[in-house]
């Protein structure tokens, strides 16, 4: 059962829109939510904005920002859309409630024009919060974050690559939200890391900065793989 609540639905989500190019003129935004995130885009200039939705209540909302809605589950649908009709297809937040998560950005994928691009946020269970809580014995759900009790998968950066890797498209792109912690950091030059009853040692400079990353900001292409 989806326990978020109705301010889950009702995100910007301006680090994403940040990722759309401005030329971009045809989006499928999946898991729109109310849709604030394709009105934003509409006022920006995009053509036409398209959401798909599974929260019926959130769907109210939804069809009156956007060009389109098609409510319901995107496991579970057929698209009615011409191939390579969108420009860009978002993924906020989705890909890990997703039961096969590969099997829907495979699906998506030929409904993206050839020069156009997947974005995607997908929140990093390699974040040592989640480490420090494993190392304690605990993997304990939250009504949201990166431990979200409606998550079905989980990813790390390498599992992110793979995935899109498998699916047929090359990352352009990755960014990311970080833990503020990661800013204070002492000793981290030497490789090493320490928090809670954990010490790591032998890190790279990037394998440090990937412990403090919550969530991850992904764009990219389509490859050569058909």
Known sequence: MDTRTGDYYRQERREVEALIPQNTMRVLDVGCGEGLLGKRLLERGVKEVVGIEVNPDACVNAGKNLSGLVSGNIEEMELD????????????????????????????????????????????????????????????????????????????????????????????????????????????????????????????????????VVQYLVRAGKGNVR
């Open 81 to 212: 859309f011409d191939e390579g009709y969108f420009d860009c297809v978002v993924l906020a937040d989705v890909l890990e409630h997703l039961k096969h998560p590969l099997a829907v950005v495979k699906k998506l994928r030929k409904y993206i024009s050839d020069s156009g691009m997947i974005v995607a946020s997908i929140p990093n269970v390699g974040y040592w919060g989640t480490i420090n809580m494993l190392i304690e014995g605990h993997w304990k759900y939250e009504d949201h974050g990166i431990l979200d009790r409606t998550h079905l998968r989980f990813f790390t950066r390498k599992e992110i690559e793979k995935l899109f890797a498998d699916a047929g498209f090359q990352i352009t792109d990755i960014n990311a939200n970080i833990d503020p912690a990661y800013y204070k950091l002492n000793n981290a030059s030497r490789g090493e890391l320490s928090f809670g009853r954990v010490l790591l040692k032998d890190l790279t400079a990037d394998d440090i900065k990937n412990l403090f």
